[in-house]
């Protein structure tokens, strides 16, 4: 049977069932558009969810455990013999020293800070980094300049989030985008603490510069260049040998469990705290999204039920036709493929229906949270990420259901009896 | 070469009750149709005239005996060549026109270009078969819109589009009028002239007189009619 043929007698079958044919692909669309909308909610559940804890599955952070056999015994140091070690672990790419600044620091700002005055201070936390570890996210040089230049600092892009939605409204500030940030001093009084209320000797000033903002720097604390902390921590006759932890990348995310393991075997430990908490949160918006799906695919599959006796009754209410189309050449073959070609197009339209529903639904839930939610850090534009792949798959689920529908009632019409079928009133 | 031989042909329906007997509608028929003849079959309802029609058209697979069409055993052939048999060499006529209603009239008469292969330059035989049945300028109409003589006009030009040799009608002026009726029997007869087999099942004499043979169905069996036998 020609396509062509197919699908003009598909057509008009189709048109002469049209309240049928507007109550199954309705089914298919409820179920459709319920899998599409969940599946878009939960991939947009989950980019937010990667914004709050940026975490690369390729990286391990390595730390020296806090109560252990090796580090009783004084063994474990994350030093620079260490770090060659860990270089060499097989599937490591690369690896970042941290170093931690150990002397208490504290930043006060008194001024106009974009065109609002100010009185602010801070406890400082600062922390080494290499350099390589930002790449192009430092805007301005990130490197140690020596004492009484500006000490370059990266900030976690958090931050800039936490004070635009939170900070800057409670208190009137401006708005800010890191672009209006890079560049902008503030001093740092190294040696002090508001906090623990003690000041060490030799304390001094310096200015601290932002030189960008990166998803890869700390959340608490400021990023500086490993070579500054260093000089700093010796300036104040702190130990500057060896780090605080090392960032593993390796070169495939599969390969960091063994990874791991042969840190373990080193003595060393992993500060997965964060990593941890990114993935139980991003397992909950998974299980939770499979439920809806599992839910969304139920529907899908009545749908397909409700199809299957729309098509059980349409064959029989042409039982006399499919007799004549048998008396004028017809097979088995191809009476079964129009009644299929008939549940494929009632799939479709069901299927673009329920995608459109979809996204329609996508719409006011995110227009309904736009003005009703109050701003919050990482609201995001939109919590859907309608993906093609998922438009695709909605789709082809929508097919496959309205094909299994018509399974069987497409194999009773082609398996009925040509000469009694004529004779059907 | 004949193109219709049948020889002791039966036919069995269940029995009417649970452990019965079962039901033989035929005593063994034996025919046999040349090629070019319009041979009508008489007898009264229930004697089997349709099934006999259905089997010589290889719908009904259910029989015993041997049935030979064009020149093809029908015993032997599968359902596909059954269909492609029924698609080139058979055009079906029916008493209750059988025609599909979501389809204009031309539409249904290309119905058998649907199926197979299709039917060569498909259109153009179906504007002139809708032609040659007076039905040119009822082409887009849909069959609500047409008289009962009407259909049966779209239901010959449909069953003559791929220009069949053998023609089988049942009842094919059961449901007209007498002068609906005498303009299809018309058209049977300028079939017959062009040398199409016609194998026609009738209660009606009018139809059985432009036959060139008469045969009566009775107690299971076929018996030349006395009345009309080569009077065509």
Not at chain 1, 241 to 250: N, P, Q
Not at chain 2, 7 to 16: A, F, I, S, T, V
Not at chain 2, 114 to 126: C, L, N, S
Request: proline fraction near 5%; charged fraction near 20%; include cysteine.
């Amino acid at each position: 049977m020609r396509p062509a043929r197919l699908w003009k007698l598909a057509n008009a079958n189709l048109s002469r069932e049209l309240g049928a044919l507007a109550v199954s692909a309705g089914g298919v669309a409820l179920g459709i558009g319920c899998l599409v909308f969940f599946l878009a909610l939960g991939r947009g559940l989950q980019r937010v969810v990667r914004d709050v804890f940026p975490v690369s599955a390729r990286e391990l952070e390595v730390v020296v455990p806090q109560v252990g056999v090796g580090s009783l015994f004084g063994e474990v140091h994350l030093d620079d013999a260490a770090l060659a070690r860990l270089r060499q672990i097989p599937g490591v790419s690369e690896a970042f020293p941290r170093l931690a600044l150990r002397v208490p620091a504290v930043t006060r700002y008194h001024g106009l800070f974009f065109g609002r005055e100010i009185h602010m201070g801070l406890e400082v936390l600062g922390i080494g980094v290499s350099p390589e570890l930002f790449g192009t996210d430092a805007r301005l040089p990130f490197a140690d300049a020596g004492e009484g230049a500006p000490i370059p600092v990266v900030v976690n892009r958090r931050l800039l989030e936490i004070y635009n939605k939170v900070f800057a409204p409670q208190r009137g500030l401006p708005q800010l985008t890191d672009s209006m940030l890079v560049g902008f001093q503030f001093p740092i009084e190294l040696g002090r603490s508001y906090v623990a209320a003690k000041t060490l000797p030799g304390t001094y000033e310096a200015a601290l510069r932002l030189a960008g903002f990166s998803d890869r720097a700390p959340l608490a604390g400021l990023s500086m260049p490993i070579e500054t902390i260093r000089r700093i921590n010796q300036r104040f006759g702190q130990d500057a040998t060896g780090y605080s932890s090392v960032l593993l990348r390796a070169q495939r995310s599969e390969q960091v469990g063994e990874i791991a393991a042969s840190v373990k075997r080193m003595g060393f430990d992993l500060d997965e705290s964060e990593r941890n908490r990114a993935l139980q949160i991003g397992a909950a918006v998974e299980l939770v999204t499979l439920a809806l799906s599992l839910l969304a695919a139920l529907i899908t599959a009545l749908a397909a039920v409700n199809i299957a006796q729309a098509f059980h009754a349409e064959v029989r209410e042409r039982t006399r036709e499919i007799g004549v189309m048998r008396a004028v050449g017809a097979t088995r073959g191809d009476v079964a493929t129009l009644i299929l070609a008939e549940a494929a197009v009632t799939g479709l339209i069901g299927g673009a229906l329920g995608v459109l529903l979809a996204r329609l639904g996508g719409f006011l839930v995110d227009r309904v949270a736009h003005k009703g939610l109050p701003e919050f850090p990482f609201k995001p534009d939109s919590f859907f990420d309608f993906h093609p792949g998922h438009v695709l798959l909605g789709v082809a689920i929508a097919l496959a259901a309205a094909l299994a529908g018509a399974f069987f009632p497409a194999r009773s019409a082609a398996a009925l009896d040509p000469a009694r079928a004529l004779t059907e009133s | 070469m004949s193109a219709i031989a049948l020889r002791g042909l039966r036919k069995q329906y269940p029995p009417r009750e649970a452990g019965g007997e079962p039901q033989q509608l035929w005593r063994g028929l034996d025919l046999t149709v040349a090629e070019g003849e319009f041979v009508a079959v008489e007898g009264q309802s229930g004697t089997g005239k349709s099934t006999l029609l259905h089997i010589v058209g290889g719908l009904d697979r259910a029989y015993e005996g041997e049935v030979v069409v064009l020149g093809e055993p029908l015993r032997g052939l599968s359902d596909a060549r059954l269909a492609a048999l029924r698609h080139v060499h058979i055009g079906f006529i029916f008493q209750s026109f059988n025609l599909l209603g979501e389809l204009t009239a031309l539409e249904n008469v290309l119905l058998p270009d649907y199926f197979g292969d299709g039917v060569p330059d498909a259109e153009r035989r179906a504007r002139e078969g809708l032609a040659r049945v007076g039905m040119a300028d009822k082409a887009s109409a849909r069959p609500t819109a047409l008289s009962g003589g009407e259909r049966q006009r779209v239901a010959i030009a449909r069953a003559l589009l791929a220009r069949p040799p053998l023609l089988l009608a049942d009842e094919p002026t059961g449901n007209l009028d007498a002068r609906t009726g005498e303009g299809i029997i018309g058209l049977f007869r300028e079939l017959h002239r062009d040398g199409i087999t016609l194998l026609v099942v009738t209660h009606e004499a009018r139809v059985s007189r432009a036959a060139s043979r008469v045969l009566v169905l009775r107690d299971g069996e076929l018996f030349p009619d006395p009345r009309l036998e080569g009077s065509a």
